[in-house]
């Protein structure tokens, strides 16, 4: 389907509608000049910088991802006529202005670390020595600025200067490593690695375990729930339907792990 | 930014009718519901499911003589992208054990277990590694991990949302797994939203009996998906990730197994010839293709690339003429174009509204039927608003809620979509939003079984792209669990295979020479060349000025 299907608007009626991801400019629209790496186009407003890219006829093989704000496919920086200040977004998620210079930033290179998560020790140490650049951190803070996701950069880093892994955790949990804050560093720190190793080593020892879990683990391998899922995939519709129609809801307020149904044969 | 002036002027007649419907709805009145015949008659017209138009039998294949969407159809009726005849399959640029097509959450679970079984992986993916659904899925990931529950009531919930339609074998395998699934990341280092006291959190969701809803913030998926994809890195000496790379075709051997794929290099546009013991295919879904043209909540890449290569070796699919669509896209502003808008809007008393600002549907009908109803407003009566983009949509009058609930309730019950809208000018406590039905999910895909085998030895199956687990209607939360489950079933399963002492033979593409004669012989005129890999959204007008492509095109 290279060409791309026109995708018709439906059967009954004439009106043109845009379908898909593919804008149609109605009669009258506005369009504002952008400068995409220099090179002047026009636009219809209100479009993203994305779609502004794919009007004009490009087509993302590199810059494009999940098209909603949480993949980091399409980090763009760009400045505006006349303004010396760099701005950072999305390329999926910010409007075009007019005069907007931009360029695409879709892979930045950065160190990453390669660890054992069974082997490695939850501590503040075990980060100093996989990323022992860490301490080159200035607190300029252009990490912060740049980050298209509003995540306070420089604090987790800080925090983990200051050997709180469950802050960093905490902190960056927004993070969609895109790659950013890296690209503005000074140290030259890969801000998003360091914080992925900080989350899973929260994720796995720091953070509590689901004991309950634990136990629902050892009931399904000791087989318990075989024989129940084996008569229920013999049911007919008819059975299914009846169970089905007796279930008994949960109650919405009651807390996690604290209310039991009154039939327990299935349990 | 926020809403042009002609749309602000088509607000007031939002504004104008809405004295007299908060009124209707403070005495409990509302729009009446369908009957059940209504509901059947405007959901064979409206429905993209039901309609007869828009959909034909395929004339080739293992699903030869059934119906499906003309876009589906068209890439199971398509050619190869590969001249078979060009190939040189003498000799492999690459070597392994498992061969895994798709670097989403399923291929990367699978992944994993496949090293844990002593297997030597290769990862094919067409984006980057990460880029898929999966990390898309905010919602959460089912299973019955509490004391109330049970895999049990995670099958009877199951069966019951997909209308008793899902496959019982794959059913029960996802309620047995997914609890072992959620401790497994737990392992890896996810971090679920708990109890101060290590409990997993769990919520209620549409068609559930116990909470059984685990969720990481609002980016279950995309937690779930950076850990996964941390963990693959760091076994980088035995899973080699190879990033827009996307398999265009599958290899068999002369004894008719699974065993291998020609992959492209998207920037180099080179092919590579990889030889593996075992093939698993986790490419996701369709939503891509825009099916009727609906806008999607889907990442870039999904265009059914699996289901269109196993088709060609000869592996069916099942339920793949049944699509979900969600009734409440975003349609403005451009840039939430397709992304969901919670049901729970409606539930909270927004009403749905044409141009005019008047009501023409019970705002709570089941999804199915609402989708059909926005689709005949819009399209068939006229009475949809264009936005400066040319999409069409209808108000969703989210103003209403804080009226009828007090002020605030805007902010607390729908933060993110709040946030989401008012970083783009628009305050929907104040100002209604204007949505449209959005394409979602592939209900239907290759035909597996429940350890993930497809009917070609050596071929494997997981997430998006297989069909039955779901039936025809997917429960919230059941997918992020299939992409785990049966990830982690298919790697397990294919890294065995390959450890088993399977010989790889002479390799052959005879397959799609046969599925081309067999395109010819039905008399299948100009087939679309696919997988299509990217969806092309350049507009008429570009497409008009590549005048080279037409020569080339004619060659």
Redesign the interface.
Same mark, same amino acid.
């Given at each position: 389907? %290279?060409?791309? #299907?026109? =995708?018709?608007? +439906?059967?009954?009626?004439e009106?043109?509608?845009? @379908?898909?991801?593919?804008?149609?400019?109605?009669e009258g %629209?506005?369009t504002v000049p952008i400068y995409i790496m220099g090179k002047r186009y026009e636009v219809?407003? @209100?479009?993203?910088i994305m779609?502004a890219m794919?009007?004009?006829?490009y087509?993302?093989?590199?810059g494009?991802? !999940?098209?909603?704000g949480? !993949?980091g %496919?399409c980090s763009t920086v760009y400045r505006k006529a006349g303004d010396y200040k760099l701005h950072f977004g999305l390329a !999926? +998620? @910010?409007?075009v202005e007019p005069n907007m210079y931009l360029t695409q930033i879709p892979f930045y290179p950065a160190n #990453?670390a390669?660890?054992?998560?069974e082997e490695i020790e939850p501590t503040a140490d075990s980060v100093y020595e996989l990323y022992p650049e860490l301490f080159r951190c200035v607190a300029c803070n252009n990490c912060t600025k740049a980050c298209p996701m509003g995540v306070e950069v420089l604090d987790y880093i800080s925090a983990l200067k200051q050997g709180d892994i469950a802050r960093a955790?905490q902190l960056s949990?927004?993070c969609? +490593?895109c790659g950013l804050c890296a690209s503005r560093c000074m140290g030259e720190l890969p801000q998003y690695h360091i914080a992925?190793?900080a989350?899973?080593?929260?994720?796995?020892?720091i953070?509590?375990? %689901?004991?309950?879990?634990?136990k629902?683990?050892e009931e399904?391998?000791s087989g318990k729930?075989?024989a129940?899922?084996?008569e229920?995939?013999r049911m007919n519709?008819e059975e299914?339907?009846k169970?089905?129609e007796e #279930?008994?809801?949960?109650p919405?307020l009651t807390?996690?792990?604290a209310? =039991?149904?009154k039939d327990i044969r299935?349990? | 930014m926020g809403y042009t002036p002609e749309l602000k002027e088509l607000i007031k007649r939002v504004e104008a009718t809405r004295p007299a419907r908060l009124e209707m709805a403070r005495r409990g009145e509302h729009y009446p519901p369908l009957s059940l015949e209504e509901r059947e008659e405007v959901l064979r017209k409206y429905h993209p499911d039901y309609q007869k138009e828009g959909r034909r039998i395929v004339r080739v294949g293992p699903n030869k003589g059934e119906l499906f969407q003309n876009e589906v159809a068209d890439l199971l009726e398509s050619r190869s992208m590969v001249r078979p005849e060009k190939v040189d399959l003498s000799e492999a640029d690459y070597d392994t054990d498992v061969l895994i097509i798709g670097g989403g959450g399923a291929g990367t679970a699978a992944a994993l277990m496949a090293t844990d079984h002593g297997a030597q992986v290769i990862m094919a993916t067409k984006l980057r590694h990460g880029d898929a659904n999966t990390m898309m899925a905010e919602g959460g990931i089912q299973a019955a991990t509490q004391e109330c529950d049970s895999p049990f009531y995670h099958y009877l919930d199951t069966m019951g949302g997909g209308h008793f339609t899902n496959r019982p074998d794959l059913v029960a395998a996802l309620a047995h797994d997914a609890p072992l699934s959620i401790a497994w990341l737990e392992e890896l280092g996810v971090m679920f939203n708990k109890l101060p006291d290590g409990r997993l959190d769990v919520r209620h969701f549409g068609g559930s009996c116990r909470k059984r809803m685990h969720s990481a913030g609002d980016m279950t998926g995309a937690e779930i998906m950076r850990v996964l994809r941390d963990e693959a890195r760091n076994r980088g000496d035995r899973i080699r990730v190879l990033e827009f790379s996307p398999a265009v075709e599958l290899l068999l051997d002369e004894e008719g197994k699974c065993a291998g794929a020609v992959l492209f290099n998207m920037e180099t546009r080179e092919c590579y010839i990889v030889r593996s013991k075992a093939v698993i295919l986790a490419t996701g879904g369709f939503g891509r293709l825009h099916i009727k043209g609906f806008a999607t909540t889907n990442h870039y890449g999904a265009t059914m690339d699996g289901v269109v290569l196993a088709y060609r070796a000869g592996v069916g699919n099942e339920y793949l003429y049944s699509t979900q669509y969600h009734p409440t896209g975003v349609a403005y502003p451009e840039q939430n174009v397709g992304l969901l808008i919670t049901e729970k809007v409606r539930g909270l008393g927004a009403h749905v509204l044409n141009i005019d600002g008047e009501q023409f549907c019970f705002p709570l009908e089941p999804r199915d039927v609402e989708t059909a109803e926005l689709i005949r407003e819009a399209l068939e009566r006229g009475k949809g608003i264009v936005t400066p983009t040319g999409r069409v949509g209808l108000w969703l009058d989210s103003p209403m809620i804080d009226l009828l609930h007090g002020e605030g309730t805007v902010r607390k019950e729908l933060p993110a979509k709040f946030i989401q809208f008012q970083r783009h000018g628009i305050d929907i406590s104040k100002e209604p939003m204007l949505v449209f039905p959005t394409l979602h999910y592939q209900n239907g895909g290759i035909k597996i079984n429940e350890h993930a085998e497809t009917s070609l030895p050596g071929l494997y199956a997981a997430g998006e792209v297989v069909g039955g687990i779901h039936g025809e209607n997917r429960l919230m939360g059941n997918s992020l669990q299939d992409i785990i489950t049966f990830g982690r079933r298919a790697g397990a399963r294919a890294a065995q295979y390959a450890k088993s002492g399977v010989r790889i033979k002479r390799l052959t593409l005879d397959h799609v020479v046969k599925f081309e004669k067999e395109l010819e012989e039905a008399g299948v005129e100009n087939p679309i060349v696919a997988p299509i890999l990217l969806p092309d959204y350049s507009t008429e007008d570009v497409r008009g000025r590549r005048w080279m492509d037409g020569v080339l095109e004619a060659e």
């Amino acid at each position: 389907m %290279a060409e791309g #299907r026109p =995708m018709q608007a +439906q059967q009954t009626q004439e009106m043109k509608v845009a @379908t898909g991801d593919r804008p149609i400019l109605p009669e009258g %629209a506005r369009t504002v000049p952008i400068y995409i790496m220099g090179k002047r186009y026009e636009v219809p407003e @209100t479009l993203t910088i994305m779609k502004a890219m794919e009007y004009v006829g490009y087509k993302f093989v590199r810059g494009a991802g !999940c098209r909603g704000g949480i !993949c980091g %496919a399409c980090s763009t920086v760009y400045r505006k006529a006349g303004d010396y200040k760099l701005h950072f977004g999305l390329a !999926c +998620q @910010t409007v075009v202005e007019p005069n907007m210079y931009l360029t695409q930033i879709p892979f930045y290179p950065a160190n #990453r670390a390669v660890y054992d998560i069974e082997e490695i020790e939850p501590t503040a140490d075990s980060v100093y020595e996989l990323y022992p650049e860490l301490f080159r951190c200035v607190a300029c803070n252009n990490c912060t600025k740049a980050c298209p996701m509003g995540v306070e950069v420089l604090d987790y880093i800080s925090a983990l200067k200051q050997g709180d892994i469950a802050r960093a955790a905490q902190l960056s949990f927004d993070c969609i +490593q895109c790659g950013l804050c890296a690209s503005r560093c000074m140290g030259e720190l890969p801000q998003y690695h360091i914080a992925q190793l900080a989350r899973r080593l929260y994720g796995k020892y720091i953070q509590p375990r %689901a004991e309950h879990l634990k136990k629902r683990v050892e009931e399904i391998l000791s087989g318990k729930y075989d024989a129940m899922l084996e008569e229920v995939q013999r049911m007919n519709r008819e059975e299914l339907e009846k169970l089905y129609e007796e #279930r008994e809801r949960e109650p919405d307020l009651t807390p996690p792990g604290a209310w =039991m149904p009154k039939d327990i044969r299935y349990l | 930014m926020g809403y042009t002036p002609e749309l602000k002027e088509l607000i007031k007649r939002v504004e104008a009718t809405r004295p007299a419907r908060l009124e209707m709805a403070r005495r409990g009145e509302h729009y009446p519901p369908l009957s059940l015949e209504e509901r059947e008659e405007v959901l064979r017209k409206y429905h993209p499911d039901y309609q007869k138009e828009g959909r034909r039998i395929v004339r080739v294949g293992p699903n030869k003589g059934e119906l499906f969407q003309n876009e589906v159809a068209d890439l199971l009726e398509s050619r190869s992208m590969v001249r078979p005849e060009k190939v040189d399959l003498s000799e492999a640029d690459y070597d392994t054990d498992v061969l895994i097509i798709g670097g989403g959450g399923a291929g990367t679970a699978a992944a994993l277990m496949a090293t844990d079984h002593g297997a030597q992986v290769i990862m094919a993916t067409k984006l980057r590694h990460g880029d898929a659904n999966t990390m898309m899925a905010e919602g959460g990931i089912q299973a019955a991990t509490q004391e109330c529950d049970s895999p049990f009531y995670h099958y009877l919930d199951t069966m019951g949302g997909g209308h008793f339609t899902n496959r019982p074998d794959l059913v029960a395998a996802l309620a047995h797994d997914a609890p072992l699934s959620i401790a497994w990341l737990e392992e890896l280092g996810v971090m679920f939203n708990k109890l101060p006291d290590g409990r997993l959190d769990v919520r209620h969701f549409g068609g559930s009996c116990r909470k059984r809803m685990h969720s990481a913030g609002d980016m279950t998926g995309a937690e779930i998906m950076r850990v996964l994809r941390d963990e693959a890195r760091n076994r980088g000496d035995r899973i080699r990730v190879l990033e827009f790379s996307p398999a265009v075709e599958l290899l068999l051997d002369e004894e008719g197994k699974c065993a291998g794929a020609v992959l492209f290099n998207m920037e180099t546009r080179e092919c590579y010839i990889v030889r593996s013991k075992a093939v698993i295919l986790a490419t996701g879904g369709f939503g891509r293709l825009h099916i009727k043209g609906f806008a999607t909540t889907n990442h870039y890449g999904a265009t059914m690339d699996g289901v269109v290569l196993a088709y060609r070796a000869g592996v069916g699919n099942e339920y793949l003429y049944s699509t979900q669509y969600h009734p409440t896209g975003v349609a403005y502003p451009e840039q939430n174009v397709g992304l969901l808008i919670t049901e729970k809007v409606r539930g909270l008393g927004a009403h749905v509204l044409n141009i005019d600002g008047e009501q023409f549907c019970f705002p709570l009908e089941p999804r199915d039927v609402e989708t059909a109803e926005l689709i005949r407003e819009a399209l068939e009566r006229g009475k949809g608003i264009v936005t400066p983009t040319g999409r069409v949509g209808l108000w969703l009058d989210s103003p209403m809620i804080d009226l009828l609930h007090g002020e605030g309730t805007v902010r607390k019950e729908l933060p993110a979509k709040f946030i989401q809208f008012q970083r783009h000018g628009i305050d929907i406590s104040k100002e209604p939003m204007l949505v449209f039905p959005t394409l979602h999910y592939q209900n239907g895909g290759i035909k597996i079984n429940e350890h993930a085998e497809t009917s070609l030895p050596g071929l494997y199956a997981a997430g998006e792209v297989v069909g039955g687990i779901h039936g025809e209607n997917r429960l919230m939360g059941n997918s992020l669990q299939d992409i785990i489950t049966f990830g982690r079933r298919a790697g397990a399963r294919a890294a065995q295979y390959a450890k088993s002492g399977v010989r790889i033979k002479r390799l052959t593409l005879d397959h799609v020479v046969k599925f081309e004669k067999e395109l010819e012989e039905a008399g299948v005129e100009n087939p679309i060349v696919a997988p299509i890999l990217l969806p092309d959204y350049s507009t008429e007008d570009v497409r008009g000025r590549r005048w080279m492509d037409g020569v080339l095109e004619a060659e």
